[in-house]
């Protein structure tokens, strides 16, 4: 019903930077929060960043300056960019939308299939 597509993940060095996206498409009524979560290996995964339909972000603290959300509520996607890369930031990184399909009264939990972020030191 739902799909997330993530792109832009890769290797970049220290200090570098990338940027995420990620697009949200099928049977949509409506998106509520998206964001970004990661998962290192070995550890839970943990949000990075979200932001609201209405455009209101929050961050972990690790990422703080460094990471920016945005989206673009028309096309329906959401892009983190990615500064001042460090080698913890390696990671899975997951889009995540809270999305009302067109069938179902309720809002869900939707996740994209991971893209992989490292940075080598």
């Known amino acids: 019903q739902v799909q997330l597509v993530e792109s832009g993940g890769g290797l970049v060095q220290a200090g570098g930077s990338l940027r995420l996206s990620c697009a949200a498409s099928g049977s949509i009524f409506s998106i509520n929060t998206m964001g970004w979560y990661r998962q290192a290996p070995g550890k839970q995964r943990e949000l990075v960043a979200r932001?609201?339909?209405?455009?209101?972000?929050n961050y972990a603290d690790s990422v703080k300056g460094r990471f920016t959300i945005s989206r673009d509520n028309a096309k329906k996607t959401v892009s983190l960019k990615m500064n001042s890369l460090k080698p913890e930031d390696t990671a899975v990184y997951y889009c995540n939308a809270v999305i009302r399909t067109t069938s179902l009264p309720n809002e869900y939990e939707w996740w994209g299939q991971g893209t992989q972020v490292t940075v080598s030191s």
């Open positions: 932001i609201t339909s209405f455009g209101s972000t």
